[in-house]
């Protein structure tokens, strides 16, 4: 009898393992590149998609650039393009775990300037159909620390998702820089920010009901010596708390109960 209690024991505890963090992109730009482009495009992907590793895509003529383990910008013209956003797409189509209903980001980085303003926009995709090879999933040559989307076609082909916020990217008021995360915020030096989104309210309320995340990094420079630099950059899918609670109680009780048999 001690036995079989120990086996169901056992048992929840292996079971409970698949309720996991699942890293969706982690990046400390050791082997990253920028490749200089006018856009996000769908044949990118095998190259940009990769976790860790692969091409960030930027506008051409970009500034920005990767090295020694971090990627920089100090370009001073807010206007320009190559203040654009740097953009990744990964294929995240393969979880199944629908439990991860919440995203977390988590950026190291630092500015010169307290006017330098830093964006993260998440973006998450619905696929209806194979998207066309040249299908521009966001305008990594947007300014001001914006990212338009292009060739949006809803309901046939992608539909767009702010992961920030749960709305649907119909137009450009949801894809604008206030629709992003802002991650400075009127202060200058190494800084980080680590911030958690629920979407259990989210028209789309897991990961495992899109099929790519886009991840883009975007600047607003107003300071008259401007640098943006970001050190790593993580963003991770995580179960739903609840769901680990009511294991966790289980399991005891289990615990409890073949104690007092043996008792």
């Known amino acids: 009898m001690e036995m079989k209690y120990i086996t169901a024991g056992l048992c929840l505890v292996l079971g409970a393992g698949a309720y996991a963090d699942a890293v969706l992109l982690s990046d400390s730009f050791d082997s990253s590149t920028v490749s200089a482009d ?17 091409a960030w895509q930027a506008a051409s003529g970009t500034k920005w650039g990767i090295g020694g383990g971090s990627v920089t910008n100090a370009s001073g013209g807010t206007n320009a393009q190559n203040e654009g956003a740097l953009g990744r797409l990964v294929d995240i189509s393969s979880l199944t775990d629908s439990s991860l209903n919440k995203i ?6 630092a500015t010169a300037n307290q006017s330098e303003t830093l964006y993260v926009h998440l973006r998450g995709y619905v696929a209806h159909a ?13 300014t001001n620390g914006n990212v338009w989307e ?7 082909t992608v539909s767009i998702y702010n992961l920030n916020t749960g709305v ?35 028209a789309v309320s897991d990961i495992t009901g899109y099929d790519y995340l886009g991840v883009f990094i975007s600047r607003n420079s107003a300071g008259v010596t401007p640098m943006a630099t970001i050190n790593d950059i993580t963003v991770t899918a995580i179960p739903e708390p609840a769901t680990l609670g009511l294991i966790a109680m289980v399991g005891t009780s289990i615990l409890f109960v073949r104690r007092r048999l043996v008792i």
Request: hydrophobic content about 30%; aromatic content about 8%.
């Open 38 to 54: 006018n856009g996000l495009r769908y044949d990118e992907m095998g190259t940009s998609g990769a976790v860790g590793s692969g």
């Open 104 to 109: 977390n980001l988590a950026v190291n980085f």
């Open 130 to 142: 194979t998207p066309a090879a040249s299908r521009q999933f966001g305008n990594v040559g947007a």
């Open 150 to 156: 292009q060739q949006y076609s809803s309901g046939t």
């Open 168 to 202: 649907e990217v119909l137009d450009s008021p949801q894809a604008g820089a206030g629709t992003a995360v802002q991650l400075s915020s009127g202060t200058s030096g190494a800084q980080s920010v680590d911030l958690t989104f629920d979407m259990s309210d989210y």
